[in-house]
């Protein structure tokens, strides 16, 4: 008696949540013809825009001494000595002698606190090797130590003894060394694949650093700019990590279709909410420095570049289910894959969407926390342009993930059910090759 033949299994068994398994199976010369017929224009038409927006570099400015706008060498801490706060005129007491207010207060506690007088070399620059000395009140929040590197900022219209001042401490080694480690622990946990994310993600950032923000600085549109920008990173960083294949393309699909959605519904709400971008000391100099920057099309640029990322974290998964689980069943139709696939994504977006909202409340936790200080009404908080930015950044995000999964399953469902990769071959009748080596023998 003879047992039934078994359909083979992928690579021992079927893995729902994960973006890649081995090889995709082939699609029929008709199913790659159709797929072309949408991608090869799509791409043609980013290259387009890149080659017409391409800004050739950041426009030039006469630095405003500001913030970030600000001239700035490296330098180091040659010497260190205590003195008295109170000798070298730390701070100023208000001439009231009045400590009511914080300020008060903190001009007092100054004065009668040792302080530390650092002497500073430049060690880059025109002045290489002038010193100058710097002042650490020992309330401030970043004391200095011997031998240690700093950020000068050079003021040329300032007093020649006041001309240098420290502005940050160097972190340049540290943060060198974990970026070593983030690409060694990619490289080695993720082998090929992890050196490809990793040329990617260089791909991502020089297409950031010398497309996208030189041309929003020389008044392109932003959000044009952040589509045709956002595309490019997107086909490079799909097609580079998990190859030039039919499940990447839908993958593709699914991640343009839910940027078009996010575009549509940030711009609908920040128009509504009378969002202006322009609320902290840093769009205020940007604002300041380039007057013609649309502002409140750059915080839609920055709500779509900012949900690529996520996006394409759900979009290759979902994809990569639904052809998993037609390789383990492949006589299942397009709605039970669906409704299959559609289940793996429901418990994605429950962690996903929880991330973002964490991740946000983690970068915005200083104003919160200056709100709770101010002791105001959770409806004040959110009704105020600062924090309604994010609620409207995080909110449109998670929007367009959430529909991201329905709308990728639905279009992976369809293709790899469509497909009919022809006249079958020996040992599978979807035409697919047999897989050898030490996979389960054929039952006669």
Not at 46 to 68: C, D, I, K, Q, Y
Not at 349 to 368: F, H, K, Q, R
Request: hydrophobic residues 45%; negative net charge; aromatic residues 4%.
């Amino acid at each position: 008696m003879t047992s039934s033949p078994q359909p083979p299994e992928p690579h021992g068994q079927a893995h729902s949540h994960a973006h890649s398994h081995g090889p995709a199976a082939p699609v029929s010369q008709h199913l790659r013809k159709v797929i072309a017929a949408v991608l090869i224009p799509f791409a043609t038409a980013v290259l387009v825009g890149l080659a017409v927006l391409w800004p050739g570099g950041a426009p030039g400015h006469e630095r405003t001494g500001v913030g970030f706008d600000r001239q700035t060498e490296q330098g180091k801490v040659v010497s260190l000595e205590r003195v008295d706060c109170e000798d070298v005129n730390a701070a100023q007491v208000p001439p009231t002698g009045d400590t009511s207010t914080p300020e008060g207060r903190e001009a007092v506690n100054s004065q009668q606190g040792q302080c530390a007088r650092a002497t500073v070399e430049v060690t880059t620059g025109k002045d290489k090797g002038r010193t100058f000395i710097e002042i650490v009140q020992p309330d401030a929040p970043r004391q200095l130590k011997e031998g240690q590197g700093v950020v000068v900022a050079y003021a040329p219209d300032a007093p020649r003894d006041l001309q240098y001042s420290v502005t940050d401490v160097d972190r340049g080694f540290p943060m060198a060394l974990l970026a070593g480690i983030f690409a060694l622990v990619v490289v080695l946990v993720g082998r090929m694949r992890g050196l490809m994310a990793l040329i990617s993600l260089a791909a991502s950032f020089a297409l950031l650093t010398l497309f996208i923000l030189p041309a929003i600085l020389q008044g392109s549109n932003p959000l044009v700019v952040a589509v045709v920008g956002s595309s490019a990173i997107m086909l490079i960083a799909l097609y580079m990590c998990h190859g030039v294949t039919a499940r990447t393309s839908v993958a593709v699909l699914g991640t343009l279709i839910s940027l078009l959605l996010i575009g549509l519904l940030g711009s609908l709400f920040i128009g509504w909410a009378s969002l202006s971008g322009n609320t902290d000391d840093n769009t205020g100099l940007i604002h300041g420095l380039y007057p013609e920057i649309d502002m409140s099309g750059l915080l839609l640029a920055g709500v779509i570049i900012g949900s690529l990322g996520v996006l394409d974290d759900v979009t290759v998964t979902q994809t990569s289910a639904v052809w998993e689980l037609h390789q383990a069943d492949p006589d299942m139709g397009p709605a039970a894959l669906y409704r299959s696939a559609l289940r793996i994504g429901r418990d994605h977006i429950a962690s996903v969407v929880n991330t973002l909202v964490l991740a946000y409340a983690g970068a915005a936790l200083p104003l919160l926390l200056l709100f709770s200080i101010a002791q105001s009404s959770v409806g004040t908080v959110a009704n105020s342009e600062l924090v309604a930015e994010e609620i409207v950044r995080m909110l449109v995000g998670s929007i367009g993930l959430v529909a991201s999964v329905p709308v990728t399953t639905a279009l992976a469902a369809l293709v790899v059910s469509a497909d009919r990769p022809g006249p079958a071959g020996p040992g599978q009748a979807d035409g697919t090759p047999v897989r050898t080596g030490r996979g389960r023998r054929r039952k006669a």
